[in-house]
């Protein structure tokens, strides 16, 4: 993918982005400036890895971008709140089967809608473009959310 070190930082970004929402004062200000530069950060990275789209096809696109990236982002605040309630309940000791259970039945759900998001995204760009350009597109989404989740895995202690 062109332009790797713009990935790296983007997900190096997307991971400060809680922490930020921790500190006191202007916290959510702060936070909000942080979430539009990686908006236009990983735009500008799409944009720069689909340089080879016709105008028709620019047309056809970044509105199907734009709302994917609405989608996404419903479905980044669902894990964000999966994370916290996990942290908030292996802070108080192993977890219980029953908080366990829901909690795994949460992040498999958010798993599946966003593999359903993808899928219907690559259906939409596959009708308005050839089907490499689409699988670019995809790939640069897999790749981005890749880097995210493996720095979340890092991050997040197993359960126990």
């Known amino acids: 993918m062109k332009y790797l070190p713009i990935v790296l930082l983007l997900g190096t ?35 720069m890895n689909m340089d080879d789209l ?11 971008y734009d709302e994917y990236q609405k989608d996404l982002e419903k479905l980044n605040q669902r894990l964000g709140k ?17 908080v366990a259970k829901r909690l795994l039945g949460e992040a498999l759900a958010i798993d599946e809608a966003e593999l359903k998001l993808k899928q219907a995204t690559a259906e939409k760009l596959g009708n308005m473009m050839p089907m490499r350009k689409v699988a670019r597109y995809i790939q640069i989404e897999t ?16 359960a126990y």
């Open 13 to 47: 970004v997307l991971l400060a982005a809680p922490a930020i929402a921790e500190q006191g004062g202007n916290a959510d200000a702060q936070r909000e400036i942080l979430l539009q530069k990686i908006k236009a950060d990983k735009k500008l990275l799409v944009s």
């Open 54 to 64: 016709t105008d028709e096809e620019a047309k056809a696109f970044w509105p199907v």
């Open 82 to 98: 999966a994370i916290m309630e996990y942290a908030q309940a292996l802070s108080k000791g192993p977890l219980a089967d029953d």
């Open 143 to 158: 790749k981005i959310r890749a880097i995210i989740k493996a720095e979340l895995a890092r991050e997040i202690p197993l």
